[in-house]
């Protein structure tokens, strides 16, 4: 019996190699979420203490009026001497479940949604392409994303019970009839749902949207932008092919010179979703617009421009920490899995061969 020259297309489709590669493409894509998951709650966790000095520095307004507002050092001093480490670390929690979800989306969906775009609609191709890729990934992430930031924030504003306590008594109780206080994350989800009903936990959910999009369309854009610079620089300065930079430490200068660009860019963008996320049910702003207006009216361009030192020195080592993380795992495991993938594609055809043979003997 003769050996046929090759497979038909059902057999092709059968076959132990065929579905290995098809099983090997769709793992890829889920390694994505899962390495952008682990490098997104690894940037989070690390950087959390300068995000709750940015969001205490922006609810300023909120909490206590405009006048004598702390800066950067004064806030640092404030939240170590009244509720010490555990200050800047409140709300870790439900900022490291967010930032699992946003990093999982980010990553995962971009490197098809990229490729997807690139192939259907050349016309967007390069950085249109990035940007709508980012965009896209972000979005999707905010549906959990945003419900963790609202408590986040909220307990980042909080910080320990008896320094909530004293804010409330320094003002009258105003800030207590904002919210109670938040034990932890799942409390804080509940208490938030049975105050304010589902929206409560999705407060200035447009106005994250309105931040989030173009930052993580930035993002991308000048990560994408500034590694086919660096290519071109090694292309023109180092010609020499045994010349290597390592991806790991590409990674984290380029990501976070793109995070803390794309930061400062949409800082005002952020100070009006965090306005609107901690104002609680005690309404300060009616709407995205009244917030814009206000904000502008008492505390003009500089008051747009409040947090952005700490969002900036929060997302540049965040960001390069990120792709950093995201970098080294696609190096080391990605090799790792794609030789174990190719070692089982071998065996495959070997014992296919094998089989054939005997079926032909």
């Known amino acids: 019996m003769a050996v046929p020259d090759s497979l038909s297309k059902e057999s092709k489709a059968s076959s132990p190699h065929f579905n290995t590669r098809t099983t090997n493409k769709q793992f890829f894509v889920w390694r994505e979420f899962l390495w952008g998951a682990i490098a997104g709650a690894f940037g989070e966790g690390m950087m959390h203490p300068i995000d709750t000095v940015k969001t205490r520095i922006q609810s300023q307004a909120i909490l206590s009026g405009c006048q ?12 170590w001497g009244t509720d010490g480490l555990t200050g800047f670390y409140r709300g870790i929690t439900p900022g490291v479940t967010g930032s699992l979800a946003t990093g999982a989306t980010y990553f995962g969906v971009i ?12 016309s967007l191709g390069g950085h249109w392409a990035h940007f709508i890729a980012g965009a896209i990934g972000d979005t999707l992430g905010s ?102 930079v390592n991806s790991s430490f590409e990674g984290l200068l ?29 309404l300060r702003y009616n709407s995205w617009f009244d917030a814009v207006h206000k904000i502008w ?28 993380a995201v970098e080294f795992l696609r190096d080391h495991f990605n090799e790792r899995l794609n030789k174990d993938g190719r070692q089982e594609i071998s065996s495959l055809s070997i014992d296919k061969k094998k089989s054939s043979l005997q079926q032909a003997s």
């Open 111 to 122: 490197e098809s949604t990229k490729k997807w775009i690139e192939e259907s609609h050349p």
């Open 143 to 244: 549906f959990i994303y945003v419900p963790c930031e609202v408590m986040k924030q909220r307990m980042q504003v909080q910080g320990t019970r008896k320094y909530w306590s004293s804010v409330a008594m320094k003002d009258s109780g105003r800030s207590m009839q904002m919210y109670g206080y938040y034990s932890g994350m799942f409390q804080a989800g509940c208490s938030i749902c049975k105050e304010q009903g589902p929206k409560g936990l999705y407060a200035g959910y447009w106005s994250t949207l309105a931040r989030d999009v173009p930052f993580a369309g930035l993002m991308v854009t000048f990560y994408e932008a500034l590694k086919d610079l660096t290519d071109y620089g090694k292309r023109k300065w180092f010609p020499n092919p045994n010349y290597h």
């Open 68 to 79: 004598n507002q702390k800066n950067i050092l004064q806030m640092i001093r404030t939240v």
């Open 254 to 282: 380029l990501g976070g010179l793109a995070g803390g660009f794309s930061a400062y860019l949409t800082t005002p963008l952020d100070v009006i979703k965090t306005r609107m996320q901690i104002q609680g049910a005690t």
């Open 297 to 324: 009216m008492t505390e003009g361009m500089r008051g747009m421009f409040k947090g952005s030192i700490p969002r900036i020195m929060w997302y540049v080592p965040a960001s390069a920490l990120t792709f950093m």
